[in-house]
């Protein structure tokens, strides 16, 4: 008989600079060792649903870990509800590049110090998550894959670029140190099926270990069941492959 009992909890990490911050941990009970997961939020924020995403990850045998990179906006501006410190970030331009860069950071530390850690830690992230999970995974030394789930933004244009956001992740893809699986909806302005297609060729031409799914019918957030835009089936596939994905590098 199969024992599928978990643990889930708020934890505190020492983020960028060593700000406290908050994060949302989800694992297997037993001794391991368990591949582990930075699961990165979207836009939106540090939500219910990104709660439940990182619940599927022990459910299926990881240790996955949550940091809330809107932490600092939710105490600076006395804030409960995702959606507003979610405000409060856009109003402020978004999360910095640099202080994603800590926090993901911290929350990988955290993980590796884990006695029931196998030792190898991906990333996966959604919307502006996926973005940044490409971010991490080009300036965060050691992460063995990750999974960037529609993140727009990868693809900007000189004048799109802005203080919290100064070089184009594209441009980084040189420094890219882990095999990179995209999911991607056709129907998605940002990234559009063409940011994609520029990703995809920059990758080829670096030599990088990839692999791309644009799923048709399928926008923006389709993995979010609480949300109009949820489609099943790219949904479903998407799961597939990500298991299959981490489990090729991860295991």
């Known amino acids: 008989m199969t024992y599928d009992g978990m643990m889930a909890e708020t934890v505190h990490l020492h983020g960028h600079r060593g700000d406290a911050i908050e994060a949302y941990l989800a694992r297997p009970l037993g001794a391991g060792p368990y591949p582990t997961v930075v699961v990165i939020h979207h836009a939106p924020g540090w939500d219910e649903g990104v709660k439940e995403?990182?619940?599927t990850f022990a459910y299926h045998g990881y240790a996955a870990i949550a940091p809330n990179l809107h932490y600092r906006e939710k105490m600076q501006n006395r804030v409960t509800n995702?959606?507003?410190?979610?405000?409060?970030?856009r109003a402020a331009g978004g999360v910095p590049d640099e202080r994603c860069i800590g926090?993901?950071?911290?929350?990988?530390?955290?993980?590796?110090?884990?006695?029931?850690?196998?030792g190898k830690v991906g990333v996966i992230g959604y919307c502006s998550g996926g973005r940044q999970t490409y971010l991490v995974s080009c300036k965060i030394k050691g992460l063995n894959a990750a999974v960037d789930c529609y993140g727009g933004g990868v693809v900007m244009a000189r004048d799109q670029l802005t203080p919290n956001t100064p070089?184009?992740?594209?441009?980084?893809?040189?420094?890219?140190?882990?095999?990179?699986?995209?999911?991607?909806?056709?129907e998605d302005p940002r990234p559009s099926p063409a940011d994609t297609e520029v990703t995809e060729r920059e990758l080829r031409r670096l030599g990088k270990t990839y692999?791309?799914?644009?799923?048709p019918d399928a926008g923006h957030g389709f993995?979010?069941?609480?949300?109009?835009?949820y489609r099943q089936h790219a949904a479903?596939?998407?799961?597939?492959r990500i298991w299959a994905w981490y489990g090729k590098y991860l295991a």
């Open 53 to 55: 995403i990182t619940r």
């Open 82 to 89: 995702p959606e507003d410190a979610a405000a409060a970030v």
């Open 103 to 118: 926090d993901v950071q911290s929350a990988v530390d955290y993980l590796r110090s884990l006695p029931y850690g196998n």
């Open 167 to 186: 070089v184009a992740v594209l441009d980084m893809t040189k420094d890219l140190g882990c095999p990179l699986l995209g999911l991607f909806g056709a």
């Open 211 to 215: 692999e791309f799914h644009t799923y």
């Open 223 to 229: 993995f979010h069941p609480e949300r109009p835009a």
């Open 236 to 240: 479903t596939d998407g799961w597939q």
